[in-house]
C-alpha cells in the first residue's frame, strides 16, 4: 500500500492537514529569513557604531542603514531626530521598537493557531472515523461483526489523529523557538538602545562623563 492510498484513506480532513502543514511550512520559512536578515543587519550596523567617535560620524552611519533593520530604526530616533527631551526621546525610541519587533512578530498568530488545532483537526477526525465504525457494527450485528473489516475501519479513523500530530508537533516546536528567536532580537536592541541613549547624552554634553 503506497502512502498516497495510505493519505487518501484518512478523507477530507487529511487534505485540510495537507494545507494546513504547507501553510505552518510558508510561515516557518518567511520568519527565519527575516530573523536572519534582522540579525545580521543589526550585527553590521552595531559593528560600523563601534568603530565611531563622533557625533556626525555615527548620524552617518545611521543614514546608510536608516530603516534597514529594527536597530537602526530605533536608533535613527536618537541621533537623526532632534529633541533634548531624553525622556521623549526614550519614548519614542521605545514605541519605534513595539513597531519594529510587530513587523518581525507578524505572521506568528497563524503558526500558533495551526499548531494548536492541527492536532484537534486530526482527532476530529478520528472521531467521525469511530463513529462510522460502530454504525457499520450495528448495521451487521444481526449476520456478524467482521474483525478485519473492524480493525481496518479502525486505523483508517486513527490514521488522521497521526496527521494531527505530525503537523502539530514540528509547528509547536518551530514556534517556541521563533519565540526565543524575536525575544533575543529585542533584547538586543533593549541593550544597545540604553548603551546608545547614555552614548548620545555624552556626546552632546561631554561633562557628563
Not at 55 to 81: C, F, G, H, T, W
Request: charged content about 20%; some cysteine; overall charge neutral.
Amino acid at each position: 500500500m503506497s502512502i498516497f492510498s495510505i493519505f487518501a484513506k484518512g478523507g477530507i480532513l487529511m487534505w485540510i492537514l495537507l494545507l494546513i502543514s504547507i501553510s505552518v511550512i510558508a510561515i516557518v520559512i518567511e520568519k527565519y529569513r527575516k530573523i536572519s536578515r534582522a540579525r545580521g543587519l543589526n550585527s553590521k550596523l552595531i559593528n560600523s557604531l563601534q568603530a565611531q567617535d563622533k557625533l556626525e560620524n555615527l548620524r552617518s552611519v545611521l543614514r546608510i542603514y536608516e530603516d534597514e533593520s529594527p536597530l537602526s530604526a530605533v536608533l535613527s530616533k536618537l541621533y537623526l531626530e532632534h529633541n533634548d527631551d531624553p525622556q521623549l526621546m526614550r519614548e519614542s525610541m521605545e514605541s519605534c521598537a513595539d513597531i519594529e519587533m510587530h513587523k518581525l512578530e507578524k505572521g506568528m498568530v497563524w503558526l500558533s493557531t495551526f499548531a494548536a488545532i492541527a492536532p484537534l483537526v486530526g482527532f476530529l477526525g478520528t472521531v467521525i472515523g469511530m463513529v462510522k465504525v460502530f454504525m457499520n457494527m450495528q448495521a451487521a450485528s444481526q449476520s456478524g461483526v467482521d474483525i478485519s473489516l473492524l480493525a481496518g475501519g479502525i486505523w483508517e479513523a486513527l490514521l488522521t489523529t497521526v496527521g494531527g500530530l505530525v503537523v502539530g508537533i514540528p509547528a509547536l516546536i518551530f514556534y517556541n523557538d521563533l519565540v526565543q528567536n524575536l525575544e533575543n532580537i529585542a533584547k538586543e536592541i533593549q541593550d544597545h538602545s540604553v548603551a546608545h541613549l547614555i552614548r548620545f547624552q555624552n556626546l552632546i554634553n561631554p561633562g557628563n562623563k
